[in-house]
């Protein structure tokens, strides 16, 4: 399905809207450049599952957790890590096959890691269609 979006509002109102059907254990896959709007996507999944408080990108932390939804949610942000052990060591199946929710950035980095029915989300810019235009496909697993 591909969505298209005119400001970060209706980018954070399509995650709100994907993490209606968010389930434990569910993960979606996100990627897309620099400056894309990842983040308040992912933002929206968490106002969707009930998070209060702000939701940031953890580009330097690689995880934040965050609970008091309707079920825990999981951001990863992998554009850091270097290679496979470094996900092992923070332990990404405790995450990924665990009672809440993930949301894994860059995800294209470590697809092998992911399991087969994850949700696929790729964020992308037109600059021709205004600079706040997002074109979002999303590919359920």
């Known amino acids: 399905m591909v969505y298209e979006t005119f400001s970060a509002q209706e980018t954070a109102a399509l995650g709100r ?11 979606c896959a996100l990627n897309g ?6 983040t308040v996507f992912t933002q929206g999944i968490a106002q969707g599952l009930g998070i ?3 939701v940031c990108s953890p ?12 079920m825990p949610f999981y951001h990863f942000d992998v554009y850091r890590i270097a290679d496979i052990e470094e996900m092992e ?3 990404y199946e405790d995450y990924f096959y665990g009672d809440g929710f993930t949301v894994v950035e860059w995800a294209n980095m470590f697809e ?15 600059l021709d269609k205004g600079f706040d235009y997002r074109r979002i496909t999303v590919e359920n697993g």
């Open 33 to 38: 450049g620099l400056g894309v709007g990842k």
């Open 112 to 126: 092998g890691l992911l399991p087969p029915a994850c949700q696929k989300v790729t964020i992308e810019k037109d």
């Open 89 to 91: 060591e923070i332990g």
């Open 59 to 70: 580009t330097f932390t690689i995880l934040q957790e965050y609970e008091g939804g309707r």
């Open 17 to 27: 809207k994907i993490a209606q059907q968010a389930q434990p254990g569910g993960i």
């Open 52 to 54: 209060d408080g702000p």
